[in-house]
């Protein structure tokens, strides 16, 4: 099946600073989704993005399916950003979201 | 809307026991998922419901599992009898249309401890 690789697994930042998370996948795609869990668990819908830009707030996202991958921008971070951010993939056909480990995050103040 | 709705939020038991979780849908969505979250597994996908049609349940682990939707506004995952490896949160999630062209919502999950 479809491989999801979040990368990197783990990241610290300062308050204020600006962030990158890479989602790659190793098939084609027809839906993409950028998801934030919280520290009480809950899964909170950030960007639904098959393909193309998206901005929301100091978060953004960009992804280009030719080359499978997806970008997740955040800026000026805030500690209320931490926790863990997937990546979650349908591959062509019309299987349900498949996701990637996800990448950790910390801000601290 | 509510968004998607699960019950309980936690739920402890002992080895054995029946354990039934459940779930609605956000009113209008025609697909319903259900997944499993471990620390080692992640997030993986148990069944998938489309107009209350079980289409792919491979991720179900084993006979103990079964999911049901008996009408649009209900579903049932129930696992009996439980065992301590199936402690884990549970989230159901919905979507409007098939999977491949809609986005789908989770709800806030069922943590199962099994004792």
């Known amino acids: 099946g479809i491989q999801v690789e979040q990368s990197p697994p783990d990241l610290i930042l300062q308050e204020g600073a600006n962030s990158t998370l890479r989602c790659n996948f190793s098939d084609s795609v027809n839906n993409l989704q950028w998801f934030h869990q919280n520290p009480w668990g809950q899964l909170i819908n950030l960007f639904y993005i098959p393909s193309g830009t998206k901005q929301n707030g100091r978060l953004s996202a960009t992804t280009v399916a030719t080359e499978r991958y997806s970008l997740l921008y955040i800026s000026s971070s805030q500690t209320t950003d931490s926790g863990v951010y997937f990546c979650a993939v349908i591959p062509s056909g019309n299987t349900p979201l498949v996701f990637g480990k996800g990448t950790r995050l910390s801000v601290i103040a | 809307d509510a968004g998607v709705i699960q019950s309980p939020r936690h739920e402890v038991t002992e080895m054995g026991q029946e354990v039934t979780l459940r779930c609605k849908p956000i009113s209008g969505h025609n697909s319903l998922f259900w997944y499993r979250q471990t620390m080692m597994r992640g997030l993986e996908l148990l069944i998938y419901?489309?107009?209350?049609?079980?289409?792919?349940d491979s991720g179900m682990p084993e006979d103990r599992f079964s999911a049901k939707m008996p009408n649009a506004s209900f579903s049932t995952l129930k696992i009996q009898p439980s065992e301590p490896r199936d402690s884990a949160v549970y989230f159901c999630?919905?979507?409007?249309?098939?999977?491949?062209?809609?986005?789908?919502?989770f709800g806030q999950g069922t943590r199962l401890t099994v004792v």
């Open positions: 999630a919905s979507s409007f249309g098939p999977p491949s062209n809609t986005e789908a919502f």
């Open positions: 419901f489309n107009n209350n049609v079980p289409i792919d």
